[in-house]
C-alpha cells in the first residue's frame, strides 16, 4: 500500500496538473494572438495562475505536513501581484487598442470564400449577404464603385483562416482527439 503523503504528493504535484491541462487543451492559437499576448498581459497573466496555483497547492503540502515556510507566503503574495499587474496591463492594453467585437473567428465560411475571392481577384458573382457584413465590419472597402478591396483587417482574417486550416488538416492527419473540441472557441 501507497503511504498518504506519496498519494498527496502524486494528487497535489503541479507539474501533473498542468500536464494534465495541457493534454487536454491543445487547441489552435493565432499567430497573431502569440504576439498580441506578450503585450497585453496575457502571458503574464497565464504564468501568475500557473505561479499562484503551484504557490496555493505548497502551501496545502505545508499545512498537512504541520510546517510553517515563511519564503512560501512571500511566494504566495508575489505571485498574486504578479496576477494582479497582468490584469492592469491587459486592462490597459484594452484601453488603448479597444476590442473587436467581430474578429476573424466569427466569419461564415459564406463570407470567407468571399474574402478568399477578393482576395485572388477572381471574377465570380459574390455573394451579398457576405459583402454586406464584411464591409459592415471593416475586412473589405468599395474600390471605385465596382470592385472591392481587402483592409488590413481583411488580410489578418485570411491568414487566420490560412493558418486555422492548416491546423485542423495537421489534426485529421494525427488522428485528432475529440476532446480538443473546436479550435475556434478552445483557445488556447
Known sequence: MERVEDILRKALSIETIEQEKAAKTGGFIFSDD??????????????????????????LKCTIADRRDSDLNNGMIGQF?????????????RQEHGYDWYGPE???????????RIANGIVEKLDKQALE????????KLFRKIKWRLTAKGGRAIKYHDERDAWLKKKNEIGGDSELGDPATTGF
Open 34 to 59: 502569440r504576439e498580441r499576448w506578450a503585450h497585453d498581459g496575457t502571458n503574464g497573466k497565464l504564468a501568475a495562475k500557473c505561479g499562484m496555483k503551484h504557490a496555493v497547492i505548497e502551501q
Open 81 to 93: 501581484e504578479a496576477y494582479r499587474r497582468a490584469e492592469y496591463d491587459s486592462w490597459k492594453y
Open 106 to 116: 466569427r466569419l461564415s465560411d459564406r463570407a470567407v470564400m468571399t474574402l478568399r
Open 133 to 140: 457584413t464584411l464591409s459592415e465590419n471593416g475586412f473589405i
